[in-house]
């Protein structure tokens, strides 16, 4: 009997059409009976991502991903499943069920989510009637001094920690347990004694694309050996590496107007100067490096990520790494130029709204700025510079796959070097390329044998109906355990004369096991006409014969083996006897009778 959720998680499917979600994120073409897209999980120029509208699923032919609506929207907002429920079931307009949840693990995680999440919020408001409480002088002074208007810091959610001590007694009033309000990340222990972990600073919420506050970062106010900046630690509400600040708002901003770029930031305060200056569409890494994570995340809303860190020599460097990160991620990647020495904030402080749109207009691609910073560690007035910057230059040169574009490189090299373009050009084809390029397609590695590769092309025949794929598929011999949950679900589907839906098999599956991978491989053979016509019945009945001969075989060894062990002679004889009829059976299946 199915669960409260089982029967809502229907409901919700039938409720929603997985195209239109998905046309939510990226760009969708018809082709044939289904939707093409490029793959948003991987880097690729030609669509390979196919969403199959009829069955409720999709899945990409390049790097292997499927799924239904439910482990889309987990993958895209970087959600657990009841938060990919509950933001689909808004969507829908379905109120969820309270009950039903299938088992005692998954009800404490979601306990103790909850239970975290309403512990931030209880952090946030104490933060915010501690601004407003006329005892955080410091903090208002601070806020004042980098001319923070007071709308900016309401939509921002900035507070105040007074202390060190008043935010853990304040929880534990709430009624939170200890331990709860240690695993949120907002209180830390030592020596016993509970401390606010951003004691004295002013705090900044991070919230999540879900609107949910999942961490704090904290300013100091006062000269002190601590770090400027700091972050709660990670929880299982937070993870840095997969976590944008003002993510929330970029959201909304996307909801009113289309997106077509996005600034990247590093911290909070160049982000909340920006956002103050009209620059609505930024973002922040929090002072980490950029991450793959982060470069998935940022490319669900723009194709084209700005990228604005620091003027100095670490902002450079980080720029270089971030650049490298995004263009994997197939993101159209360009780096804004600050002047040394200055962050945004300090760009928008000193020349204002105008002067920084005179930076984002001289944003340069990733190949100029290599070349810019490539630059700046040569004197280029000297003849041997010159030469041991060409022979740098031609390498960033080499991982341009245009020839237009090379073109165009080497005459700005030979403007900036004095060196004939000729010479830059027969040194440019004549070392191999020394920097590995990004891969539009992606390779899957799959060690599978050749009868486990029978198995698999025999239950795809059946789960997606091909016509030679007749007669019960459970007395197929199949030699791996996903194949064999494949057929009786399909024999269960037979039995109640319902309709065979695909979909509906990655609810049976760990998302991240050995066997969502080997359903992946199956997914794949669903291409175009790989399934239909005489070749491929043939080769099915060739599988199914493989499969059989296999058992067969397997159950030959296990007799041998036996037979090895026994002493007795009727029995021995016996055996043999058994081997024999194995054996008859074999030639039959060989011969096709």
Known sequence: ???????????????????????????????????????????????????????????????????????????????????????????????????????????????????????????????????????????????????????????????????????????????????????????????????????????????????????????????????KYKNTKETILFNKSKTLYNINLLKKLRKTQTIKEVIMVEGYMDTISLYQAGFKNVVASMGTSLTQEQARLIKRYADTVLISYDGDGAGQKANMRGLEILKGEGVNVKVVPLPDGLDPDDVIKQRGEEGYKKCLGSAMPLIDYKLNVLGRGFDLTKTEDKRKYATEALNIVRTVESAAEQDILLKQLRDTTGI???????????????????????????????????????????????????????????????????????????????RIQPAELFEFFEEDGKENAELNFIFDLNDGNKLAGEVNEKYFNDCVRQLKINRINSQIDVLKAGAQKENEISKKLSIASEIQKLLKQKEKIKSGE
């Open 1 to 227: 009997m199915a669960t409260a959720l089982q029967e809502f998680l229907i409901t919700l499917k039938e409720k929603l059409n997985i195209t239109d979600v998905i046309a939510s994120y990226v760009s969708l073409e018809r082709r044939g009976g289904n939707y093409w897209a490029c793959c948003p999980f991987h880097h690729e120029k030609t669509p390979s991502f196919s969403i199959n509208e009829a069955d409720q699923y999709y899945h990409c032919f390049g790097c292997g991903e499927s799924g239904d609506v439910i482990k889309f929207v987990r993958e895209m907002e970087n959600i657990d499943f009841m938060d990919a429920v509950k933001m689909l079931s808004e969507r829908a307009g379905l109120q969820m069920p309270q009950t039903g949840f299938d088992n005692q693990k998954t009800v404490e995680l979601k306990r103790k989510r909850d239970t975290l999440l309403k512990i931030m919020n209880d952090c946030a408001h104490f933060y915010l009637d501690n601004l407003n409480s006329g005892k955080a002088e410091e903090h208002i002074n601070y806020i004042l001094k980098r001319k923070i208007p007071s709308n900016i810091v309401r939509t921002f959610g900035l507070g105040a920690s007074l202390n060190f001590h008043e935010l853990p007694k304040f929880l534990l009033s709430k009624g939170y347990s200890k331990q709860d309000i240690i695993d949120s990340g907002a209180v830390n222990e030592a020596d016993g004694r509970l401390t606010d972990a951003q004691g004295g600073r002013l705090v900044f919420p991070v919230i999540n694309a879900m609107d949910e506050v999942v961490a704090f970062g904290g300013r100091i106010l006062k000269k002190t050996d601590f770090a």
């Open 420 to 498: 004939t373009y000729e010479y830059l050009s027969r040194e440019l084809t004549s070392k191999p390329q020394t920097v590995k390029t990004v891969k539009d397609e992606v390779k899957r590695k799959d060690d599978s044998t050749k009868i486990e590769k029978a198995s698999r092309f025999v239950i795809a025949c059946y789960l997606f109906g091909a016509k030679y794929a007749e007669g019960d598929a459970t007395k197929i011999p199949f030699c791996n355990e996903v194949h064999e949950i494949i057929a009786n679900y399909i024999k269960s589907k037979y039995l109640l004369e319902e």
